[in-house]
């Protein structure tokens, strides 16, 4: 029951404190150099954004206190399960929604780069600079095992980057299906492996997590509605 306890202002805040958390430095560092950003401020960008998370969790505190206060218990009204669970998802139906399409177009963006055709490059210059990126140079690394060796430091955080992906990744969607099949038989098995597997495809790993969390929290509002109505 700890699902319909969370307060509709904390979902509505979420994306605005992710906006100023983790977006606005992003954007911060992405300012052209040398015209607004100089060499020490983009540095200064780059480790302050290390810190979004905390900034994410300031930003989430504050403006649900404020809220809240205004609120004075407003949001509370509805009191049967099936109430509360329809008022969960109606908050929180939008953050899984951003969520995917954030994981969405940042992966098929990265997709695109690394499948542009040739014909494309000779027509486009600036497509040309990725006519040395392709899909296996992106997400298939080389493993990290003698006689391998880093032949550069950029190529060896590229390569740790990719599996740190992979295992964080993997890692993320076992404890994912373990939850699926926690809530009930009927929400996990071949058919769940094979949408996370249609998910990762397309959005990352990132997002088949988000919505398997999603499908997951779906299914337990249904048991909950289900019960509910057997005891009336």
Known sequence: MNLIKVHGIDLNILPFSLLLAYF??????????????SHSSWQGWIATWQFFPL???AFQWALGSFFKAVDQGKGFKLKSDEGKMIGYFWHARPLYIGALFICAVFHVN???ICLLPEWLMDIFPIAGTYRNVSFASVFLPPVPLPPFEVVSTIRGIHTFLIWDMFISG???LVW????????SSRTFGVKWVLKMIGYTIITGPTGAFVMAMWERDSAVAELLIEQAMKDK
């Not at 430095?25 to 950003?37: S, V």
């Not at 994912?176 to 809530?183: G, I, K, S």
Request: hydrophobic fraction near 60%; charge should be positive; aromatic fraction near 6%.
């Open 24 to 37: 606005a430095p992003t954007i911060c560092m992405m300012l052209p150099y040398p015209i607004i950003n």
């Open 55 to 57: 900034y994410t969790v």
């Open 176 to 183: 994912a299906a373990l939850q699926a099949r926690n809530v």
């Open 110 to 112: 990265v997709l695109a």
């Open 170 to 172: 993997t890692a993320a």
